[in-house]
């Protein structure tokens, strides 16, 4: 019997053939669709190796009807979706795909940030449904990027790529951080500083720390309230770590000037989330590292970390 693998996302099958050479490869058969929570655990209680996409909750119960699970390959660099202490505690590997998306990310998320403070969205909206009537003064006017203070929630990887295009805007960069970072601050001229001084000192936030149990709802009524009236929020990393009641609240009373999110606090976002009827607001469907060629890459990651593991090899990016 040949190793089996279980993905739970249709994948170009190109990037699957070299699975296939070698172990008995199932997948999902939707390209729409994520697969349903009765076939994840009963494939999980067969195989060797799981591939999850971000949006994949694998909590203790699933993982409690694995039998011979020996790694989960999860395609991103966050893992929040991911019970790791559940899966350690069965002597399950879990990889993820650290760097290779880094720029294109850090590209979104400046692609993000340009949008929102210049209301891209709403202008396009507008022209296309007859609005631009004329070309006045203050008509679709926006919020300057260029030259302003960038805040960063998150000094990591993707962090500091922004820093580094924030950087060709002549912008001033704070950031704020578990652990400082003076090599980067030396290297780039970047100011550590408290939360509460990087949400009232800057023109323009992008979260990009990763969920845990201590950033969980680290922005909310308080924080978006020493923002200033004129500042974007841009929720990168995940979205559970900004209130979205509270951000609704913040953006409908003007307390400060737009957000541009690409993740949301529960994923897929349905058509009628209040924060999609809010003008000042850009929406994306978690889009961070949605290249091809960055998505190829991370197939690459996944497809090799199982090849070794369950060739009996130690797989790169291991998270536990
Ligand atoms: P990373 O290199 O691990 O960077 C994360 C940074 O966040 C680290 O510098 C870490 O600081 C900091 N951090 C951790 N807890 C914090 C806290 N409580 N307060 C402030 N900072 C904190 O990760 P990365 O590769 O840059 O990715 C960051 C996140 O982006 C991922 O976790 C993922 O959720 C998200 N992401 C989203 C997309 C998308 O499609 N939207 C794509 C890729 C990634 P220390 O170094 O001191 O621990």
């Given at each position: 019997m040949r190793p089996s693998v279980f993905i739970t996302r249709k994948l170009p099958e190109k990037m699957v053939a070299p699975l296939r050479e070698k172990f008995e490869v199932r997948m999902w058969d939707s390209d729409v669709s994520a697969v349903r929570r009765s076939i994840l655990k009963e494939e999980i209680s067969q195989v060797d190796a799981l591939w999850t996409v971000v949006s994949d909750c694998i909590d203790s119960e699933l993982l409690e009807a694995a039998e011979q699970l020996?790694?989960?390959?999860?395609?991103?660099?966050?893992?929040?979706?991911?019970?790791?202490?559940?899966?350690?505690?069965?002597?399950?590997?879990?990889?993820?795909t650290p760097d290779v998306l880094t720029e294109t990310t850090a590209d979104l998320a400046f692609a993000l940030l340009l949008a929102t403070a210049r209301r891209l969205n709403r202008a396009e909206r507008e022209l296309r449904h007859?609005?631009?009537?004329?070309?006045?003064?203050?008509?679709?006017?926006?919020?300057?990027?260029?030259?302003?203070?960038?805040?960063?929630?998150?000094?990591?990887?993707?962090?500091?790529?922004?820093?580094?295009r924030a950087r060709g805007f002549n912008m001033r960069v704070l950031y704020h951080n578990r652990s400082q970072k003076e090599e980067v601050e030396q290297k780039y001229g970047c100011e550590y500083v408290t939360l509460d001084q990087l949400l009232e000192r800057a023109d323009h936030v992008v979260i990009l720390a990763p969920f845990t149990e201590e950033t969980a709802g680290m922005i909310g009524q308080r924080e978006l309230g020493l923002m200033k009236k004129t500042a974007t929020l841009i929720s990168m990393s995940r979205g559970g770590i900004v209130d979205e009641e509270a951000l609704y609240e913040a953006l409908n009373d003007e307390i400060i000037w737009g957000a541009g999110l690409d993740v949301w606090e529960k994923e897929p976002v349905s058509k009628h989330h209040p924060l999609l009827t809010l003008p000042n607001v850009t929406a994306l469907p978690h889009i961070g590292s949605a290249t091809v060629e960055t998505r190829e890459a991370m197939m690459r990651m996944?497809?090799?970390?199982?090849?070794?593991?369950?060739?009996?090899?130690?797989p790169n990016n291991r998270v536990v």
């Open positions: 020996k790694v989960i390959v999860n395609m991103g660099v966050g893992f929040n979706n991911i019970d790791t202490g559940a899966a350690k505690e069965k002597g399950i590997i879990v990889t993820n007859g609005g631009w009537l004329s070309w006045t003064p203050m008509g679709f006017t926006g919020m300057d990027v260029g030259g302003k203070t960038l805040g960063i929630i998150g000094m990591g990887r993707i962090g500091e790529a922004v820093m580094r996944n497809a090799e970390a199982i090849v070794d593991v369950l060739e009996g090899r130690e």
